[in-house]
């Protein structure tokens, strides 16, 4: 798995999430694109450029951190 092109090593733990958090996420995912969107939008052009990450920075973070960050970067994660 790879996020931002950058491969996640497999020692790092990514639990499952379930449909009711995978809702909320969707909800907040939303939330963020409708407020960025009202604040920003001169800048919605940016939202299609590359993110970066660091392996450590995910490395750092508790598991359940771990899957939601990468459900709401769901769209920068490739096999």
């Known amino acids: 798995m790879k996020l931002c092109g950058v491969e996640i090593p497999p020692d790092i733990e990514i639990p499952p999430l379930d449909p009711a958090t995978k ?4 909800e907040i995912h939303e939330a963020i694109i409708r ?3 009202r ?3 001169q800048r919605m ?3 299609g450029k ?3 990450f ?3 920075g995910l490395r750092k973070l508790p598991p359940w951190s771990r899957t939601r960050v990468l459900y709401l970067l769901r769209d ?3 096999n």
């Not at 809702?23 to 969707?26: I, N």
């Open 50 to 52: 590359p993110l970066t």
């Open 23 to 26: 809702a909320e996420l969707d």
């Open 45 to 47: 052009q940016d939202i």
């Open 76 to 78: 920068q994660v490739t």
């Open 35 to 37: 407020r960025y969107d």
């Open 39 to 41: 604040l920003y939008p």
């Open 54 to 56: 660091s392996v450590e």
